[in-house]
C-alpha cells in the first residue's frame, strides 16, 4: 500500500513538472496519510525524524505543491492554523471544541446537496468547507468539563 501511495506521489510530482525528490515523497507520504489534519508544523516535526536536512520552507513548498495538483484541501478553521487534508470528496469536518481534534464525516448527501445548491442557486461551486462544531465521543465519555481550546 505505501508502495502504491508513493508511486502516486512520484508520477503526480513529475507530472506536474517537479522532482521527486526522497523529502518531497516523505513530506507527501506523511500529509496524504494522516487524517488527522496535520499543521504544516507538525508535518515539519514528523518528517524531520527521518529526513533531519529537511526545511520548514520545503514543507511549505511542498504543501503549495500538493494543494495545486488537487491531493489536498486546506482548512482555515478557528483554531488559527492551518491544517491540511487528503480528503478532498465533499465532507464535513466534526471540531471537537475541548481537545481540538478534527474528524471527518462521509455521506452520499454532501455531493448530492452540493448539485442541489448549484442547480437550485444558478452557481458553480468550486469548494467547500463544511464544519460542526461540539465535543467528540472521546471528551463526551471523559465528561472532565474542561473548557474549548
Not at 64 to 73: N, Q, R
Not at 102 to 107: E, L, R, V
Amino acid at each position: 500500500m505505501a508502495e502504491d501511495l508513493d508511486s502516486s506521489i512520484i508520477k503526480t510530482l513529475r507530472n506536474s513538472g517537479y522532482r521527486a525528490t526522497p523529502q518531497r515523497i516523505a513530506i507527501s507520504r506523511y500529509i496524504l496519510g494522516n487524517h488527522e489534519h496535520p499543521t504544516a508544523q507538525k508535518a515539519y516535526l514528523e518528517v524531520k525524524k527521518t529526513h533531519p536536512t529537511v526545511s520548514l520552507a520545503t514543507i511549505y513548498n511542498t504543501i503549495k505543491i500538493l494543494k495545486e495538483t488537487g491531493l489536498i484541501l486546506e482548512l482555515n478553521l478557528d483554531q488559527g492554523e492551518t491544517r491540511f487534508d487528503p480528503v478532498t470528496e465533499p465532507h464535513a469536518h466534526l471540531l471537537c471544541l475541548r481537545c481540538g481534534g478534527i474528524s471527518d464525516w462521509m455521506d452520499p448527501i454532501m455531493p448530492k446537496l452540493i448539485d442541489k445548491v448549484s442547480a437550485d442557486a444558478n452557481f458553480t461551486v468550486t469548494g467547500s468547507i463544511f464544519e460542526l462544531k461540539g465535543i467528540c465521543e472521546g471528551c463526551a465519555k471523559k465528561g472532565d468539563g474542561s473548557e474549548s481550546k
